[in-house]
């Protein structure tokens, strides 16, 4: 797999949880993707969490902007998506992607812009 996404589990509303998406990309493929955060929650369509560009700079839905923090670790090849104050509304599978081909400070909000996805780690918030 070239994206492996980890840390998920349950945990009661208002706590925090950080996901890891680890990628087998070559190093320089990795440099050169945005990389992004989706969830799914049962019964609706993925939507776009947040996401992180080639350049460093951020983007975030709004439902969870100011909760949710993406970083990267480019020597790595993995990015973070740290949740704090988590609700049961943000009770889904979240899945890492790359867009191999991102221009320096796009982040697609489109799924079909990115070219590799994770498998997906399964979050559940307890009220």
């Known amino acids: 797999a070239q994206l492996v996404e980890s840390g998920g589990g349950l945990v009661q509303a208002g706590s925090s949880l950080r996901l890891s998406c680890a990628a087998s990309?070559?190093?320089?493929?990795?440099?050169?993707?945005?990389m992004a955060w989706f969830r799914q929650a049962p019964g609706k369509e993925r939507e776009f969490v947040g996401g992180?560009?080639?350049?460093?700079?951020?983007e975030y839905a709004d439902s969870v902007k100011d909760r949710f923090t993406i970083s990267k670790e480019t020597d790595k090849k993995t990015v973070y998506l740290q949740m704090n104050n988590l609700k049961p509304e943000d009770t889904a599978t979240y899945y890492c992607?790359?867009?191999?081909?991102?221009?320096?400070?796009?982040?697609?909000?489109?799924?079909?812009?990115?070219?590799?996805w994770g498998q997906g780690t399964q979050v559940t918030i307890s009220s």
């Open positions: 990309l070559r190093s320089y493929t990795f440099s050169r993707a945005a």
């Open positions: 992607a790359a867009d191999v081909n991102a221009i320096l400070y796009t982040i697609p909000q489109n799924r079909e812009s990115y070219d590799y």
């Open positions: 992180i560009s080639r350049a460093g700079t951020t």
